[in-house]
């Protein structure tokens, strides 16, 4: 679906290498006009909407877990108005994908329409080793002519010691987040590894808008934002859901929390 481009000014440049990822985009995402108010809004960071992807949450009808037609809607419609997408893989869907082994092909096609690829692992199958797999064989350039593919591959980190986090590896950025979906705030942010690296690190947990969370995971990730070539983000899933459902309205305050947050660097 092409979206008609607006008949004002395009949305200006990013200031700051920081990227607010809005998690958990459903079948009650229906207004274009929705999306197209995060597109447009002004914040000096890139804005990415992300969709859920399992079989078998979505039979069991988590409204968080669209179809994987659904999802591929809203990615192409995310695409279309210049916002960053991403695809997370939970469950089998995950394994598959980290491991080699079989995926459905729409999940695949999807994939390869996302900018980043997130997968929700269990620890015996978050290794980087599994992560690389996944960039070789949905990472952008290593397909054909004319296929997008991802940027980046996603691994959860779990352990609040970034002793204990995987090397940094080409391709593969790591997302701290102790909540895995659940919404819980961990007390404290760790401190990100120092120095430049070929991977980038998230932080989630908790976040969400109205209680100075937005603020705090920024500053957390201040030092890395100011190291070139860095990767950093936020991203939030309970946090910007409303009766369980996704709520572009909360997205925006987020926003608008951040914005605040950042002019304030």
């Given at each position: 679906m092409m979206v008609m481009p607006f008949d004002h000014e395009p949305p200006r440049r990013p200031i700051f290498p920081l990227t607010i990822t809005f998690t958990g985009m459903d079948k009650y995402t229906v207004r274009t006009d929705d999306l197209e108010r995060l597109a447009w809004h002004q914040i000096g960071a890139n804005i990415e909407v992300a969709v859920l992807v399992?079989?078998?949450?979505?039979?069991?009808?988590?409204?968080?877990?669209?179809?994987?037609?659904?999802?591929?809607?809203?990615?192409?419609?995310?695409?279309?108005?210049?916002?960053?997408?991403?695809?997370?893989?939970?469950?089998?869907?995950?394994?598959?994908?980290?491991?080699?082994?079989?995926?459905?092909?729409?999940?695949?096609?999807?994939?390869?329409?996302?900018d980043r690829l997130q997968l929700n692992l269990r620890e015996s199958h978050s290794g980087v080793g599994n992560l690389e797999q996944a960039y070789a064989r949905f990472g952008r350039g290593t397909h054909g002519r004319g296929v997008r593919g991802c940027s980046r591959v996603i691994g959860q980190i779990r352990s609040p010691n970034p002793e204990t986090w995987p090397s940094p590896a080409f391709g593969v950025d790591y997302l701290y987040d102790p909540s895995a979906g659940t919404g819980f705030?961990?007390?404290?942010?760790?401190?990100?590894?120092?120095?430049?690296?070929?991977?980038?690190?998230?932080?989630?947990?908790?976040?969400?808008?109205?209680?100075?969370?937005?603020?705090?995971?920024?500053?957390?990730?201040?030092?890395?934002?100011?190291?070139?070539?860095?990767?950093?983000?936020?991203?939030?899933?309970?946090?910007?859901?409303?009766?369980?459902?996704?709520?572009?309205?909360?997205?925006?305050?987020?926003?608008?929390?951040?914005?605040?947050?950042?002019?304030?660097?």
């Open positions: 399992c079989a078998e949450a979505h039979k069991s009808g988590w409204n968080r877990y669209p179809s994987v037609d659904r999802a591929h809607h809203l990615i192409e419609l995310a695409n279309d108005l210049g916002l960053g997408t991403a695809v997370h893989l939970c469950g089998a869907e995950a394994i598959a994908a980290a491991t080699g082994g079989p995926l459905d092909l729409d999940i695949q096609a999807l994939i390869l329409c996302a705030a961990p007390p404290d942010w760790p401190t990100l590894p120092a120095g430049p690296t070929v991977s980038g690190y998230g932080l989630a947990g908790g976040i969400q808008p109205g209680d100075g969370s937005v603020d705090r995971a920024i500053r957390a990730l201040e030092p890395k934002m100011r190291e070139s070539n860095y990767n950093t983000w936020i991203d939030m899933e309970t946090g910007v859901r409303s009766c369980d459902r996704f709520s572009t309205d909360l997205c925006l305050r987020v926003l608008d929390e951040a914005a605040y947050t950042l002019r304030r660097l």
